[in-house]
T-cell receptor, first 112, second 107 residues
Framework: NAGVTQTPKFRVLKTGQSMTLLCAQDMNHEYMYWYRQDPGMGLRLIHYSVGEGTTAKGEVPDGYNVSRLKKQNFLLGLESAAPSQTSVYFC???????????FGPGTRLTVL | KNEVEQSPQNLTAQEGEFITINCSYSVGISALHWLQQHPGGGIVSLFMLSSGKKKHGRLIATINIQEKHSSLHITASHPRDSAVYICAVFWGNQFYFGTGTSLTVIP
């Protein structure tokens, strides 16, 4: 039972490059989330999903896209990376919207 | 948006001390969570509260819905409690997070 996993753990991009972050959970959770964590700021919600095939915008969605083609996976895409997207990205999942969230280990992304 | 404020931002304590971390929020909520972020970065959930008080080992969490305030207490603190403690409130259809309280417990 791996819980929530994220790949990759670290990545360095140049401005304008694209990449996809993968989140996987094996707990059969309906809800999945992508957050970013920046120094001096709390976690902020980028996008979330309430089930397979559904996605919705969070607090800071600009510059990101997501997809949830399978219930266990939630992908976060950066089409054209910018230095402002340098951050630590966390994925989380939960059984219900208000319920306990289980977090992945995080992905540290640097955009040069 | 629900504004979530935590205090203090940083806290240093001697081993064995009683610790209190506070969280206040601006709009009525469905639930409040306390999270712990380890020095290595991993985040785990400690408590989920909608009213009253919960206890788990040396940790106690309380919430006052009328005053829009919650506290996390650690009794008999230990160096392994050193971490960042994060308050999160569920409002609307998402969570809003505080910036965290960095706790260091010195042996």
């Amino acid at each position: 039972n791996a819980g929530v996993t994220q790949t990759p753990k670290f990545r360095v991009l140049k401005t304008g490059q694209s990449m996809t972050l993968l989140c996987a959970q094996d707990m059969n959770h309906e809800y999945m989330y992508w957050y970013r964590q920046d120094p001096g700021m709390g976690l902020r919600l980028i996008h979330y999903s309430v089930g397979e095939g559904t996605t919705a915008k969070g607090e800071v969605p600009d510059g990101y896209n997501v997809s949830r083609l399978k219930k266990q996976n939630f992908l976060l895409g950066l089409e054209s990376a910018a230095p402002s997207q340098t951050s630590v990205y966390f994925c989380a999942s939960s059984l219900s919207g208000v319920g306990v969230q289980f977090f992945g280990p995080g992905t540290r992304l640097t955009v040069l | 948006k629900n504004e979530v404020e935590q205090s203090p931002q940083n806290l240093t304590a001697q081993e064995g001390e009683f610790i209190t971390i506070n969280c206040s929020y601006s709009v009525g909520i469905s639930a409040l969570h306390w999270l712990q972020q380890h020095p290595g970065g991993g985040i785990v959930s400690l408590f989920m509260l909608s009213s009253g008080k919960k206890k788990h080992g040396r940790l106690i969490a309380t919430i006052n819905i009328q005053e829009k305030h919650s506290s996390l207490h650690i009794t008999a603190s230990h160096p392994r409690d050193s971490a960042v403690y994060i308050c999160a409130v569920f409002w609307g259809n998402q969570f809003y997070f505080g910036t965290g309280t960095s706790l260091t417990v010195i042996p």
